[in-house]
């Protein structure tokens, strides 16, 4: 495991209706499901209240990037998101993740579930794929996946 920082790390995937969060362990072994929060006025403070209990050491956001590579109508929501969750004490990181919710999709499909019984669930499994995504990266790599994010700006 050369090069990875250890510690707990937490996974988001932003939609427009529901954020899936997962978390990994303190050596990145694994990514499994959290919650899915409702995607409200008080989402971005829920998931900072799961990093913290987690003693989390960073959130990593999936970023939705077009399969061409260019932004989607989702991208600026994500970064958004994003810069907004970067406002707390634990950094975060926009990570690609082209393809996570379309795999979460079949993974639950191939596990028997049909789409209406997996809408509760399908958003942390998109965050779980992310997330296992880019501490494989780091593991392979030695390098942090994604880019970090600044905190938004103050708006008076």
Do not use: N, W, Y
């Not at 959290?34 to 900072?48: K, M, N």
């Not at 049909?114 to 794929?129: G, L, N």
């Not at 593991?139 to 996946?145: F, L």
Request: net charge negative.
């Amino acid at each position: 495991m050369t090069g990875f920082r250890r510690g707990t790390r937490v996974g988001v995937d932003v939609g427009r209706a529901r954020v899936g969060v997962a978390r990994c362990d303190p050596d990145g072994l694994l990514a499994t499901p959290v919650e899915t929060v409702p995607r409200d006025d008080a989402s971005i403070a829920r998931i900072r209240e799961l990093a913290d209990e987690m003693s989390a050491v960073e959130i990593v956001v999936g970023l939705p990037i077009g399969l061409s590579g260019h932004d989607t109508p989702s991208t600026q929501d994500a970064r958004d998101f994003a810069a907004e969750l970067a406002r707390g004490a634990i950094p975060v990181r926009l990570v690609d993740e082209r393809l996570s919710t379309v795999t979460a999709h079949d993974a639950l499909r191939s596990s028997g579930r049909t789409s209406r019984s997996s809408r509760s669930i399908v958003d942390q499994v998109a965050a779980v794929v992310l997330l296992q995504h880019a501490i494989d990266v780091e593991k392979r790599s030695g390098v942090a996946p994604g880019s970090p994010v600044p905190p938004a700006e103050e708006h008076a």
